[in-house]
Structure formats: C-alpha cells, structure tokens
C-alpha cells in the first residue's frame, strides 16, 4: 500500500485555513467577552429599574400625603402656606 504525497498547494491551503480558523475563533470569543459585559450591566440596569418601579408602585399605593402635597405646592408651583413669607434670591439670576 502506498501512500500519495499531497500537493503542497494543498498544505498551504489548509494551513491558510487553520489560522484563519484560530484567527476567527479568538475574535468571536473576544465578541461574546463584550457582549456578556454588556449583558451584565443591562441586568443591572434593569434590576435598579425595577427597584425604582416597585418604590413607586409602593408610593402609589400607599395613596399621596398631606407632607407630599404640601411639598409638591410649595417646589413645583411656589405656593406659600398662610402667613408665610418666602424671600427669592435675584442676584444668581
């Protein structure tokens, strides 16, 4: 039985080929390193989303103060209580 000699086209093929396997092969496993860092920080990001979300179900649930009313007057619409007086700092503008 003898054995055929392969062309050396052939060897430098395959061997073309082999490194660019281990080439492609270490790229991807650099991708799937990125893209499991990614997927770790869009779990965190969605882990405090819900966090947040719950405080404000909680907080809608448990129905709106007089303490918030009040507060959300006095910040958002500049309401004073009676016999109040608010002073307006005009030099910073």
């Known amino acids: 039985m003898s054995r055929r ?4 086209i052939v060897k430098i093929a395959m061997l073309v080929f082999l490194i ?4 492609t092969i270490v790229n991807l496993r650099s991708q ?5 860092e990614e997927l770790d920080s869009l779990s965190l990001r969605v882990q405090e989303y819900e966090e947040a979300n719950a405080a404000l179900q909680e907080e809608m649930q448990s129905g709106i103060s007089q303490e918030d009313i009040s507060e959300l007057a006095r910040n958002e619409l500049s309401y004073a209580e009676p016999g109040e007086r608010v002073f307006v700092d005009a030099s910073s503008r």
Do not use: C, H, L, S
């Open 5 to 8: 000699k392969v062309p050396g």
């Open 20 to 23: 660019y396997a281990a080439f």
């Open 32 to 36: 799937i390193a990125d893209k499991r």
